[in-house]
């Protein structure tokens, strides 16, 4: 067999395998992508699009695209009755609506179904990566001996394998990810907390609905499961449960359709039924998410039940929180302990939001999506600098809602989680994703402080300053890739005047953030005096000695 090279391998190409591929090309970090599929995903599967994934795909150029494809925002509510046309069902929307408030996101959620949101994003990975991504393989096997992976990767439509050696290896392949079985990380939480028929079909529910368009519709007593719209009109997915007194044969069509009309009240609905898919929802969490070379993500490091809609979005949190650190290793200017901060960022949010979804299952009539919940994450780990262990002189005041801790999640004892499920409150705290600031009269393209930040990293300062360009130049001349950008420039400035100084949080003028290429807040400070000091900072967050 023949062997090739690549700086990273990525095992599955569902929306979070390409969403890496993605923002690993953005990064320019050479990779491999191989999906066993010869497609993507016809069933529509996971459907929630949240804010925090919208934001990450307007960074690789998708947001149009995505929410050209999905439903109105008009129509992300959320239905309870006992059927279709129940006329004393119930109506809600989102937990806050992106109308409601201040604006905390210049790209809100919507709803955009998995067969529909694959093939965009898979089309964008090959515009970035071309032939690298390859669906239709698969990764046979795999040895790490520390310094690297050695896989044997299998062509399915000819039969042809070959080797492919690389740095590191991320299985981003699922709840029955071989990436995980072969790296030997265990996965542990209850299985079985529910079984579904999952019916995608056709018909004229249009009509029916118009009054009542919703995201999902949930079916209360005597009803059984609930409707997910495709797209409010002829397409359509009927979860129905399967339990102790319930079965179905998925290949009797006859049968099936005569369930959707008993759920959706009508039964003379002409009904034709596409294709149907079993699953079965657990709540699961890996012990780790690192092995030597081998990393995990999405379900394959975390199996979220779907009350929330936060399982995909994890995902693809965790494929941003992960390529910019490959991407730092890979170039050298990183030590690899920087990717043990991965584990120390994402895990704790995934324990967090399993605990919510699992809450969210047995309150099915009560819970809300909450579509700025995981713009709310905030880090802990080595890759972060909090401001009470700074010296003299730096930011150490918070600004306003950031000196309030998170507020503990469901299942959290003394330590808080990294979600606050009190609702989103823009702060500048170091872990903190930095705070969306509507600008006004900038480049093209430019309409957020979430525009400003790069692939490398980012000192974000609100003037133009000549003595925090010598400290950037500083950081460039240690082999750091580090842009200097301002909140206000000679044309720019925020749409409200003074929004960045309340976020800040600082009473020193010149104070700065350090961001990652994910967003969020390495480091809050004045301009030291030494400029020595702001290199060797950098270079902490980056574990580099």
């Known amino acids: 067999m023949t062997e090739s090279h690549t700086s990273v391998l990525v095992v599955g190409g569902g929306p979070v395998g390409l969403a890496l591929s993605c923002l690993l090309s953005g990064h320019g970090v050479d990779h491999v992508l191989t999906e066993a599929r010869p497609a993507t995903s016809r069933h529509p599967k996971a459907r929630g699009v949240s804010a925090r994934s919208m934001e990450i795909f307007r960074r690789i150029g998708l947001e149009e695209a995505v929410r050209a494809a999905g439903l109105p925002p008009e129509q992300v509510r959320f239905y309870r009755g006992r059927d279709l046309v129940d006329p004393d069902h119930v109506r809600t929307g989102l937990v806050q609506e992106p109308d409601e408030g201040p604006e905390h996101t210049p790209s809100p959620g919507l709803i955009c179904s998995q067969d529909v949101l694959e093939p965009l994003l898979l089309r964008r990975a090959e515009e970035l990566a071309g032939s690298r991504v390859r669906f239709g393989t698969r990764v046979v096997s795999f040895a790490d001996d520390g310094l690297g992976v050695r896989a044997v990767v299998e062509e399915r439509a000819t039969g042809r394998r070959y080797r492919l050696r690389t740095d590191w290896l991320v299985g981003c392949d699922g709840a029955a990810s071989t990436v995980r079985a072969g790296a030997g990380i265990a996965m542990e939480g209850p299985t079985g907390l529910g079984r579904y028929l999952s019916i995608r079909f056709e018909a004229p529910l249009g009509p029916v609905v118009a009054d009542r368009a919703s995201a999902s519709y949930f079916l209360t007593v005597p009803g059984r499961g609930g409707f997910m719209a495709v797209d409010n009109d002829r397409h359509w997915i009927y979860q129905y449960p399967l339990g ?100 120390a960022e994402r895990r704790p949010l995934a324990r ?52 309030d801790v998170p507020a503990p999640g469901p299942g959290s004892a003394d330590v808080p989680g990294p979600l606050n499920t009190y609702g989103y409150r823009p702060g500048c705290r170091p872990g903190e994703r930095v705070p969306h600031v509507r600008l006004t009269g900038g480049p093209a393209g430019v309409t957020s402080t979430l525009d400003l930040i790069g692939s490398g990293l980012t000192l974000l300062a609100a003037d133009s300053d000549p003595e925090w360009q010598r400290q950037a130049e500083a950081v460039r001349q240690a082999g750091i890739p580090l842009t200097l950008r301002t909140i206000r420039t000679a044309a720019q400035r925020e749409a409200e005047p003074g929004q960045w100084a309340s976020v800040l949080g600082t009473e020193h003028a010149d104070a700065a953030l350090l961001v990652r290429p994910d967003g969020h807040i390495a480091w809050r400070g004045a301009r030291p005096a030494d400029l020595s000091t702001f290199p060797a900072l950098v270079r902490r967050v980056l574990a580099t000695p």
């Not at 959706?264 to 002409?270: H, T």
């Not at 399993?354 to 890759?383: F, M």
Request: zero cysteines; hydrophobic letters at 45%; charged letters at 20%.
């Open 244 to 343: 102790a007194d319930a079965a179905a044969d998925p290949t009797d069509h006859r049968f099936l359709a005569g369930l959707i009309r008993t759920a959706a009240g009508i039964p003379d609905l002409d009904v034709t039924v596409r294709d149907t898919m079993t699953w079965r929802m657990d709540a699961q969490l890996a012990d780790a998410y690192r092995r030597s070379r081998a990393l995990l993500a999405g379900d394959a490091a975390h199996v979220i039940p779907p009350t929330g809609g936060h399982g995909m979005n994890t995902g693809i949190g965790d494929a941003d929180n992960l390529a910019w650190k490959l991407a730092a290793v890979v170039a050298g200017y990183a030590d690899e302990a920087l990717l043990n901060t991965y584990g």
């Open 352 to 403: 967090q939001v399993i605990d919510i979804s699992t809450a969210n299952a047995t309150n099915r009539a009560g819970y809300r999506i909450d579509d700025e919940l995981l713009l709310t994450a905030t880090y802990r780990s080595a890759a972060v600098i909090p401001d009470s262990v700074l010296g003299p002189g730096s930011a150490d005041v918070p600004g306003p809602g950031s000196a």
